[in-house]
């Protein structure tokens, strides 16, 4: 009995009763070995937004609101279906494809009608947005983790496009190139290995330059020249973009004075 408790607390979510992370993967690693993962797929949902609730009702508050929410996706569900919450605000379902793999489109867009509806906590009245990614289990091959981590990559452009958003693989190779230029834009910003092109700025009055905008440019040395529409979203959505603006105002800067 002593084993089994600690298999269970090892495996379940203490909070909802649902699986957790480990126990969602062992779960999807059991359905992909009985069935193939052709006929699988996985939904990854999140809860926008959820730390304002915490904020404002307190952290049980949030526990009430995860609990409705898994009560809500567990009534959505199949017989073959698997339910985890598999993060603080994040659940992820196991969906048999029955009849093909339109199904997942079907709970996936269950799911957001379902959690579309407000929620009841107490004397308020909350109404939460959700976004939802899906992942075949054709193109993650026998690696559940690789399945999951496909949902998830699906989910982070349903926070974008607010839609239900089914994982390609063109996506995870544009996520690599992201994260690669992230680390060198990183390295590059350590080493000042950027820098700045001024382009003149004309007064339509008088005809005559009145001031210069710094342009940041970003030469690699391996890569050659790469765009600043992408390593400037790279910089926004990464934080990096503060110390590029402050290593752009420090440059422009002394090259004033030098002028």
Not at 81 to 99: K, Q, S, W
Not at 115 to 133: W, Y
Request: aromatic residues 6%; charged residues 25%.
């Amino acid at each position: 009995q002593t084993e089994q408790s600690l298999r269970r607390q090892l495996v379940c979510d203490p909070l909802t009763g649902l699986a957790n992370r480990a126990g969602f993967v062992e779960g999807l690693e059991s359905r992909i070995a009985d069935d193939g993962a052709e006929s699988i797929a996985v939904v990854v949902v999140d809860l926008a937004r959820f730390s304002r609730v915490n904020e404002c009702m307190g952290t049980l508050g949030g526990d009430e609101l995860i609990i409705t929410v898994a009560r809500r996706l567990a009534g959505l569900l199949r017989g073959y279906d698997l339910l985890g919450r598999t993060g603080a605000n994040e659940f992820a379902i196991v969906v048999h494809l029955a009849e093909g793999p339109g199904d997942v489109l079907h709970i996936a867009r269950r799911v957001q009608a379902a959690l579309g509806q407000p929620f009841r906590l107490s004397d308020f009245e909350i109404k939460i947005d959700c976004a939802v990614g899906c992942a075949l289990g054709s193109d993650g091959g026998d690696d559940a983790e690789r399945l999951i981590r496909h949902a998830q990559i699906a989910l982070k452009t349903s926070k974008t496009s607010s839609r239900v958003e089914v994982y390609q693989p063109a996506v995870l190779d544009a996520a690599r190139r992201r994260f690669v230029i992230e680390t060198e834009l990183r390295r590059a910003l350590e080493g000042d290995q950027l820098d700045l092109a001024f382009q003149p700025l004309m007064s339509l009055t008088t005809g005559r330059i009145a001031g210069f905008e710094a342009l940041a440019r970003w030469q690699h040395p391996d890569r050659g020249a790469i765009s600043p529409t992408e390593f400037i979203t790279v910089a926004e959505d990464s934080g990096l973009i503060v110390p590029l603006g402050r290593w752009a105002l420090d440059r422009a800067l002394a090259r004033a004075v030098r002028i």
